[in-house]
């Protein structure tokens, strides 16, 4: 089973940047979708980044322009840029990863997921 293990939280002030690390092991398959999640407590989980197994990028319009989702192949090591950070981005952010669907690919979606890591926390100071 893939395990997801992601870093790189922690605090900061607004404007300021972040970048978070989820590493990938025993990875089994012959690719993984990967996203960023993040939870603010008592909300549901918000899509905030995606990447497909062919490298295409998405984001939630509230980050856009400011967050950057990567992939390092040779590290098995996802990353989310985070820059010109605001309060509205504190948040626990999640690395989640799922073997792509044979028919729609990489789905967007919150369910479809089912590799979680535990999280890690970002509090963006005004």
């Known amino acids: 089973q893939v395990q997801l293990a992601e870093s790189g939280g922690g605090s900061v002030q607004a404007g300021g940047s972040l970048r978070l690390s989820c590493a990938v092991s025993r990875y089994t398959y012959r690719s993984l979708c990967m996203a960023w999640f993040r939870q603010v407590p008592g909300k549901e989980h918000e899509g905030v980044a995606f990447?497909?197994?062919?490298?295409?990028?998405n984001y939630a319009d509230s980050v856009k322009g400011r967050f950057a989702i990567s992939q390092d192949n040779a590290k098995n090591t996802l990353y989310l840029q985070m820059d010109s950070l605001k309060p509205e981005d504190t948040a626990m952010y999640y690395c989640a990863a799922e073997p792509p669907d044979h028919d729609d690919g990489c789905p967007r979606t919150l369910k479809w997921y089912n590799i979680w890591g535990q999280g890690t926390q970002v509090t963006v100071a005004s």
């Open positions: 990447i497909d197994t062919d490298g295409m990028t």
